[in-house]
């Protein structure tokens, strides 16, 4: 089996603030892979199922300006079979999938 592209994922939470956002990316950019992996959820990004404007501007900010490719990875705990929280489990999937799908319109 031959890898094609090797990710690396941002692993650390951001939901205080992003300052250090920037120099962990500066960091998985040196180390040379091909795509970092973010979590909309460890960027504070996803609030109530939806998508936060003012939190999500200065992340978009941070990723735009370290000019990496990025995948996203949606939330380990999202469950679509909680009937008990469907509504709020479809719009945190739902919230991950717009924030990569804007990912690629941002620029």
Do not use: C
């Not at 000019?67 to 709020?88: I, R």
């Amino acid at each position: 089996m031959a890898f094609r592209s090797v990710g690396i994922n941002v692993p650390r939470l951001y939901l205080e603030d992003v300052s250090g956002l920037a120099d962990d990316l500066e960091s998985l950019k040196i180390a040379g892979p091909d795509f970092a992996e973010v979590w909309p959820h460890h960027l504070g990004v996803i609030l109530g199922g939806s998508l936060d404007a003012e939190r999500l501007r200065p992340v978009r900010e941070l990723l735009l300006k370290t000019d990496l490719a990025y995948t996203v990875h949606a939330p380990l705990e999202v469950n679509l079979m909680d009937l008990t929280a469907h509504d709020v489990q479809r719009d945190v999937l739902k919230a991950s999938i717009w924030f990569a799908r804007d990912s690629r319109v941002w620029d």
